[in-house]
């Protein structure tokens, strides 16, 4: 296995797993609307995105990260917002090795820490992340508005 940071040279490998990836959280297969999103992420240095590929140069699942702060904490966070391994390889540690690259990119980059959210019914996510040492949020509520 091999794990790269993507530019645009994978767009095309980051698009087809993106697209899966929003087809396992219920939303409409758009890879013509998630090209454009996710080139600009890339070509703005908006997120860091990890892609693993097997021996052979598939890819395999990937990481997208988003770079914040926080003023309690006066520190820099990654935000760790997608993360999808393909069916054909999970339950093979692919997701335990691309969250521990992302952990190796937010030290590098001074990040305090590394914060993420998960379905309240993704129970196989809850468990990886818990065995890796996440701590579930007990002191805050995630609230979000739409203002399209």
């Known amino acids: ?27 409409p297969s758009a890879p013509h609307k998630y090209r454009p999103y996710l080139g600009e992420r890339l070509m703005n240095n908006d997120a860091t995105v990890f892609i693993a590929y097997n021996k ?26 997608d993360l999808f391994i393909a069916p054909a390889y999970r339950r093979q540690g692919l997701a335990n090795e691309l969250i521990h690259r992302v952990v190796r990119e937010a030290r590098n980059t001074g990040a305090i820490r590394v914060d993420l959210n998960t379905a309240q019914d993704n129970f196989s996510a809850q468990a990886l992340y818990e065995k890796l040492g996440f701590v579930k949020d007990t002191e805050y509520f995630s609230y979000n508005l739409s203002v399209k």
């Open 1 to 27: 296995m091999n794990i790269k940071q993507a530019s645009l040279e994978e767009l095309n490998d980051l698009v087809n797993l993106f697209d899966q990836y929003m087809v396992f959280y219920k939303q």
């Open 56 to 81: 052979v140069g598939e890819a395999m699942g990937f990481v997208l990260n988003y770079h914040s702060f926080s003023s309690v904490s006066l520190g820099r966070i990654m935000v760790l917002n």
